[in-house]
Structures are given as C-alpha cells and as structure tokens.
C-alpha cells in the first residue's frame, strides 16, 4: 500500500461527507453522468451486443494473459521500446524514478493514470527532487489542493469553480491579483496557458494506457483534452505505466472497447483524442519521443485470476458504475478512502489493500444493481461484494453488534413460523407507533438511519402476510 | 527471480497453466494473425456518398466544422477564406506532405510555415490518413509530412480529407493502415479525432479549447 488508506475509517468518512455541505452542492454534478450514458447507448442498436463482445474479449485474453504479455513485450522491443516488469507499487515507483533520474529530469508532465495514483508516482518524484505535473485539468485542480481524485474520469468533481479560483490565485501568483476568474471559461484558459509552458519545459512525460495491444505493441490513451498527447510527444523520454489487464489481443478487439468506453464513461460516441503509440521516434520524423519505455505492473492482480473476484480485472475504469451509485452521489469518491471509489473501488479496494484495510466498502451497497446493470464488460459486481461480505464475516473483521445483529436475526429466518410471527408483531408495533405522521424522524437502536433520512412507517402488515392475502400462498 | 519471470510465474499459478500448452499458443496465434473483427455498427456503412453524409454529421456533432469543396487544387482558397472568416492570422504551418505542398497556396496571401509546431502557432493544416463514418472521426498518422504537434499545439486545427479516404469504420481504416504499414506494425502515432480539444472537469461545464485546438476545420476534398 502505497497511498495511505483512510478506509478503514470509512464510516467516519462517510458521516463527513453527508453533513459537508459544499461536497453534497458539489455532487449534484455527478448526476449528469446517467443521463448521458443512456442517450449514447440509445443512439447505437449494437450496443448491447458490443457488450457482451467487450466481455468476451476481456474473459479470452484474461485466459490467455501470459501469452498475449510475452506476445506484447516481443512488439514492443521489435519497435525499439523498452518493457520493464514490476510486481508491486514499490517497484514500479524505483522504476520510473531511476528512468527520470538518469535522464537528469527535472520536469515530468503526466497524463491523468489511475495506476499513477494507486502507485503514488507524484511523491516519490518529487521526494527525488523533480517537480510532477498532472496535465488533465481536473488532476491539475487536485494536486494543487493535495488531494487525491474523487471519481476516476472526473477527479475534481467534489470541487466547485470557487475552489478552482481560490486554488488558481494561490498558485499562480505572477498574474495580475486583480483579474475575473468568475468564470469556468476563465479558468480554463488559464490552466491552459500555464501548463502550457510546463508541457513545452517537461523533460519526462508520464502516461497511462487504457489498452495496450499484444498485435502491435501499441498503448492507447483516451482523453477529450489533448493533455495526454501533449505529455507524451513532446518531452525526449514517455514512459506508459499501465497494469497487466490492459492488454488486448488485437486493434479489432481495442475498437470493440473503444465502443463501449466513452459510450460508458461521458455519453459520447468517441472521445475526442484516441491515441495509438507504438516505439519512439521514428527515422525522419520531426517531433515523438526520442524513448517509449513501458512498465508493467502486477500489484495483486495475478493473484485475483483464477479466483472468486477475477471478473474484476475486466474493468475498464469508465466510472459507469459510480456514476449509477445511490452510494456514490450521496457521499463522492473521498469517503471510499483509498484509490478506486464507487462499486468498482468496493471490489477492487480490498483485493489490492487486503480485506481488513478495505473490508468495510462492499457494506456500502444497496445491493439496487444498477451498477451491474450499467458495466460495459458486465462485471457482477452486487455478486462480488457480497463475497467479501461473507469473508469479512468468517474473519470476524466486521464489528460485533452487527455479527450479534446477524446471529440474533439467523435464529428467526431459519425458524419461519417464529420469523412470520415476530415481525408481524413488529410491523404491527411500528404500523401504530408511526400512525399519525407515518414516519419517524428518530428510532432507538436505528439512529445510523434516521441521523440522515426519516424511516417510513409500515403498512400495518408484513409484505409476506400481505402476499399470502393477495395470492392464496406463500411457498 | 527476475520481476517478469515471477510475474509471468504467478499468472501461470493462477490459471492452472504451464504457458506451454500447444491448443493456448495455437488459440493466441491465431488470433493475433486473423484479428477477427467482432460487432460492427451499421451507422456508418454504405456509398461514398453516404459514408461522407454520416462523417460530416457526425463529425458536426462533435463540434468540428466541415466544408466540401471540389478538389485538392481548392483547399488553399478554402482554408484562406476558414480563416478570414473566423478572424483568425493569416499564418498557417503544414509539414512535408507532398499532396499539401502541391497546392497552390501563392494565390492565397497566408504565410506559409513548415516542420512541426514549437507551441507558438496559431494555425495547421495536416492531411488525414482516413476519416471515420461512424463517429466522424479523423484518422491521422505521424511522419514528416505530417507531424503529430501539428494536431494539437495550434489554436485551430485544419484537417484536408479526401473524400476517398472516408471509410465505413474502425476496422476499415485499420485494413488501410495494415495495407501500408503491414500486417502487425503500426506508426509510431496514429490519432483518432473525433471534434476539438475540451474539457468538463469544472463543474461539468463542457468548455472547448482544453490543451489541444479550441477549433477543428475538416476540409473534405474530391
């Protein structure tokens, strides 16, 4: 672990977040997301098919994945790149470093790559001396508040344009101290001619890849900027970091990707920039890269193959699923405390950092599906949180009220007249408690409800009784 | 052991595999060589006509501006009067492309700049390799006729596309580029551009103009 967790602090979070009034303004704009996806996925009758082909595509190479690595490593050696190998964050950090120190960097723009952050890439660098710079505009808010990303396609989306301001006019302090920033167009024309300077001064430029292609060699990066070609062709060194997962066989089966990941992610039919790299500067050319390196990381994955949370590794971090997550847009991405927030950071979270540091996050569900409904490559990821539910309740790891809770209501559900007659007397109970306002605004023993919403009260029968009514039969 | 050997090593473990078994290598190898093509949206196939019907729509929706003229000789004229129009300088940088450096760019009164762009230009031209029909995206690869800064260093961006070169989709311009660069190679950049550079990371509110062009012209010739 690399990024320090505040996970297991994730109830605490969690209460921070509800009662953070300019986060819950803020997260409105998450909700755009939805609406956008299912336009895009309306537009296009293939849609649902391309699904099922991303899926398959990602199942066949994930069963195959030694050999379309080696197949990958052979191209890109054979198009004067480099391939490194690292099996952990800390590896992978020594790497990159040691590439920028001997090349005497001291500038080292950045691509917006989530595997940067699950690695910590930005401290060590500058713990060495050089100066990292995140390019994508919203990575560029974040790191000037020190923050980690909250959402992984729109890092800033916890952050409001009075924020943004008050950010800039800390940092860039050669600018008239006078000047409108009121504007989100303002801003962006001033990031823009900041960092602008930073991509022509940049010695290293650092990118991640969505899918790196066994057939060619090649790494592909989406953005709808151009921050990440801007890092990648015009410093003499680019190195891609990227984890074993994003090979794909071939350009075919990356345009099958391609069509269910901008669709997914922003609601658009393509992103405006879809770059393929492949080797550094070729004989002739007036511009590229003069050295294309790769580093390959493991950091848990090849453990999560073969085993009960290997659909995982389909992901290709659109952020659909948070963006469809009753959980997410009530509390953003920081509350998850670590790199990977919503259903996927749920999943993915304690597979890399280990079920007693992140164990708490597959409890943030509702279990309502959309997630799963929404995947482009379908992950089950409902399935898969209740997995870790179940060894998070075998390792005794979950706290002992709510493993009393769950014995003392295992004792009913597995006695069924017992269980029909007690919570009929409860429902009744509660039906002629809450009669005259027909909710309640506080419950003993229920405060980690109505703290945050009123519990409705209950029709003056059980669901079970009142199906048994309406159908003759229950079972 | 070596961080690759260990990784590959633990890969194997994981899938019950050796890495030598002849049915995986003959499955692998097969599909790098066939690279079958999957599920391709119908959206952008049909006639030239129509494939450039679709690429100009789609393209216009994602913000570029389209202008078809008669013939590669004509592009000069109409890049001049792009430009004028959007008062924008009468400068433009182009890199060797010999179809580019063909056109009679002395009967327009634009400077003419050549070589990659250093970050100062306003203006560049580049000709495609394809456009897409499907998306409206551009197709274009780098080399010294047409370098890669050119596509997103300058404000605006122009890009000259025969209407030829228009295909139905992405395994359509992969066939062309199989075709140059051979089966299993690819350039060292090819960029797929789909409108101008933009960004909503501040709020949500889609702004264009983020770090690459904050226009993008396609001149469809032929």
């Known amino acids: ?475 | 052991m070596n961080p690759r050997d260990a990784i590959l090593q633990n890969l194997r473990r994981s899938l019950g595999v050796t890495g030598g078994e002849a049915p995986r290598r003959f499955e692998v190898e097969r599909r790098l060589a066939e690279a079958p093509p999957g599920i391709v949206p119908a959206r952008g196939q049909g006639d030239v006509a129509t494939r450039v019907a679709t690429f100009r729509a789609e393209a216009e929706r994602a913000q570029a501006s389209v202008a078809e003229i008669a013939s590669l000789a004509d592009v000069p004229a109409e890049v001049a009067r792009y430009l004028r129009e959007s008062n924008c300088a009468a400068t433009l940088r182009m890199g060797d492309d010999a179809r580019l450096a063909a056109m009679p760019w002395g009967d327009t009164a634009l400077e003419i700049l050549f070589g990659a762009s250093d970050g100062h230009d306003l203006n560049a031209v580049a000709m495609a390799f394809a456009g897409i029909a499907e998306t409206g995206t551009l197709a274009l690869v780098s080399g010294a006729d047409n370098p890669t800064t050119l596509n997103f260093l300058p404000d605006n961006a122009i890009v000259v596309l025969r209407r030829e070169d228009v295909v139905a989709d992405y395994e359509a311009a992969f066939a062309r580029l199989r075709g140059r660069y051979g089966k299993g190679n690819a350039p060292r950049t090819l960029n797929f551009v789909t409108g101008p550079s933009r960004s909503a990371d501040i709020e949500q509110t889609l702004l264009l103009g983020a770090h690459g062009p904050r226009r993008l012209h396609i001149v469809i010739a032929g």
């Open chain 1, 1 to 475: 672990m690399t990024v320090v967790a505040t996970t297991p602090r994730f109830k605490g979070n969690v209460h921070d977040a509800l009662t953070d009034a300019r986060l819950q303004g803020a997260l409105v704009h998450a909700s755009n997301f939805a609406g956008r996806r299912a336009l895009a996925a309306a537009r296009l009758p293939e849609f649902e098919a391309l699904r099922d082909s991303a899926r398959a595509i990602k199942d066949h190479t994930l069963a195959h994945l030694d050999l379309y690595l080696e197949a990958y490593e052979r191209k890109v050696v054979e198009t004067g790149g480099h391939v490194h190998w690292a099996e952990d964050a800390e590896a992978a950090r020594r790497i990159i470093v040691d590439l920028c120190k001997r090349r005497g960097a001291k500038t080292v723009t950045k691509g917006k790559s989530m595997i940067s952050e699950e690695i910590g890439l930005n401290a060590a660098l500058e713990a060495a001396g050089m100066a990292a710079v995140e390019t994508d505009l919203g990575e560029y808010i974040i790191q000037l508040r020190g923050e980690t990303p909250s959402h992984i396609i729109a890092p800033a989306i916890h952050v409001t344009k009075e924020d943004v301001e008050r950010e800039f006019r800390k940092a860039h302090l050669d600018r008239p101290a006078d000047r409108d920033l009121s504007q989100p167009e303002q801003l962006l024309a001033e990031a823009r001619a900041e960092l602008r300077a930073k991509f022509m001064a940049a010695d290293v430029g650092v990118t991640g890849a969505n899918f790196l292609v066994a057939e060619t060699g090649t790494s592909i990066i989406v953005t709808n900027e151009g921050n990440g070609d801007l890092t990648q062709i015009l410093p003499r060194v680019h190195i891609v970091i990227a984890s074993i997962e994003k090979i794909v066989p071939t350009l075919e089966d990356a345009a099958q990707l391609l069509r269910v990941l901008a669709r997914s992610a922003t609601g658009q039919d393509a992103s405006v920039y879809t770059t393929l790299s492949t080797g550094p500067r070729r004989e002739g050319d007036k511009d590229g890269p003069s050295e294309y390196h790769v580093v390959i990381l493991d950091n848990g994955r090849s453990a999560m193959l073969g085993g009960e949370f290997e659909d995982m590794l389909r992901c290709i971090r659109c952020g659909a699923c948070m963006n469809h997550c009753p959980v997410y847009q009530a509390v953003g991405g920081h509350a998850y405390g670590w790199v990977y927030p919503g259903p996927m950071g749920a999943v993915l979270t304690p597979s890399l950092i280990g079920v007693a540091e992140g164990g708490q996050l597959p409890n943030a569900s509702t279990f309502c599906g959309r997630c799963e409904a929404v995947c482009p490559v379908r992950i089950p990821l409902p399935k898969m949180m209740r997995h870790w539910r179940e060894r998070e309740f075998e390792r005794a790891l979950s706290p002992a009220a709510q493993r009393y809770g769950l014995r003392f209501w295992a004792f009913f559900a597995k006695r069924p007249t017992l269980y029909r007659f007690a919570t009929g007397l409860f429902t009744r109970a509660l039906h002629w408690a809450g009669r005259k306002k027909g909710r309640f605004a506080s419950l003993p023993l229920a405060g980690g409800w109505t703290d945050y919403r009123d519990l409705a009260a209950p029709e003056r029968a059980t669901f079970q009784s009142q199906w048994r009514a309406k159908s003759g039969a229950v079972n």
